[in-house]
């Protein structure tokens, strides 16, 4: 079975604060990505990640893909209210037909 | 950018009937469309690849005669949940990868059974 464990599944935070949402698994991906989702909505895609060591930038958000491509961290710094949400990551194998192994997702809340 | 569309958006239905629900691809092709339920504040949960001119195939634990899925043309999968129950109230999401480029996502459908 093919399992990306993402933590911390619950995290509720003061509005300035960092903080890591963390994906790891013991499965190679030729991809994987983050995803952001509010509630009644599809999940909107913030990054995807390819090369092993790469870290991108999104304003606030840092994303980085492990050296073995089996990991991946978010990191938000001084996290405002308005990212609040679910932060999915998804992991994705070559050649499996573009099947998604998906995390268990982090609930972020950002209080003022 | 390419755009992926759900109807109904919300549904609300009396216990036993089955509903539809669509998931098009607005600008591309998709040969294949995935079908995800998701609940409150938690993950995505795969139920079956919809493939275009051949049957789906379904994850574990899904139980296909209860999850109707037609792909009969390159931009339009259904989802028909017959028969349904209270239990079946869910979100319902479906994606659909376009080649060379990454999955995307319909708006999702709420469904309510009453």
């Known amino acids: 079975t093919q399992l990306l464990e993402q933590s911390p599944q619950f995290l509720s935070i003061q509005e300035g604060e960092n903080l890591t949402v963390y994906c790891n698994s013991s499965?190679?991906?030729?991809?994987l990505q983050w995803y952001r989702q509010e509630p009644g909505e599809g999940p909107v895609l913030l990054v995807t990640v390819v090369t092993g060591g790469e870290v991108k930038k999104l304003k606030r958000l840092t994303f980085q893909f492990g050296d073995a491509r089996k990991d991946s961290s978010l990191h938000i710094t001084a996290a405002q209210p308005g990212d609040t949400g679910l932060y999915l990551c998804a992991g994705d194998h070559a050649g499996n037909n573009r099947k998604l192994i998906w995390g268990l997702g982090t609930s972020l809340a950002v209080n003022p | 950018g390419a755009v992926v569309s759900q109807h109904p958006s919300r549904v609300i239905c009396k216990s036993g009937t089955s509903v539809k629900i669509e998931c098009r691809s607005l600008d591309f092709q998709a040969t294949t469309m995935f079908w995800y339920r998701q609940f409150p504040k938690q993950s995505l949960m795969l139920m079956a690849t919809s493939n275009e001119g051949s049957k789906a195939t379904y994850e574990q634990g899904v139980e296909k005669d209860k999850f109707l899925i037609n792909h009969a043309s390159l931009t339009l999968s259904t989802l028909t949940v017959t028969s349904a129950h209270p239990e079946d109230s869910s979100f319902y999401i479906c994606s659909a990868p376009r080649i060379g480029e990454t999955q995307y996502f319909g708006p999702g459908t709420r469904l309510l059974v009453l």
């Open positions: 499965s190679v991906f030729s991809s």
